[in-house]
């Protein structure tokens, strides 16, 4: 069994900066792929970025690529989604999840665990 916990978001102007981070408990987060999905009123969970179980693959949304930077430390469990630039169309609801696969996945289908979330609000 793993536990989510998301936490950092806030309010903030557009051209700001946020640092979202998701705490895990349980042993598989170290073997697991982790996933950010963010969900706006009225639309669909879309995904946000991805990191493999080792740190050494990302991939991102066309819309956040070289503004958004996903990293992980294993020994502290611990995901983050640094988030650089942000637009207003960023504002919604962002989701941590886990893949205890490993592999890095795009379908947020593909995830077993998710946290709670945590709200991003840009205002313009």
């Known amino acids: 069994q793993v536990q989510l916990v998301e936490s950092g978001g806030g309010l903030v102007q557009a051209g700001g900066s946020l640092r979202l981070s998701c705490a895990s408990s349980?042993?598989?987060?170290?073997?697991?792929?982790m996933g950010w999905f963010r969900q706006a009123p009225g639309k669909e969970r879309e995904f946000v970025a991805t990191?493999?179980?080792?740190?050494?693959?990302?991939y991102y949304a066309y819309s956040v690529k070289g503004r958004f930077t996903i990293s992980r430390d294993n020994a502290k469990n611990t995901v983050w989604l640094q988030m650089n630039s942000l637009k207003p169309e960023d504002t919604a609801v962002y989701y941590c999840a886990a893949d205890t696969r490993g592999a890095i996945v795009t379908g947020p289908n593909e995830y077993e665990y998710w946290g709670q979330g945590t709200q991003v609000t840009v205002s313009s």
């Open positions: 349980g042993r598989t987060f170290r073997r697991s792929a």
């Open positions: 990191i493999s179980w080792s740190g050494g693959s990302t």
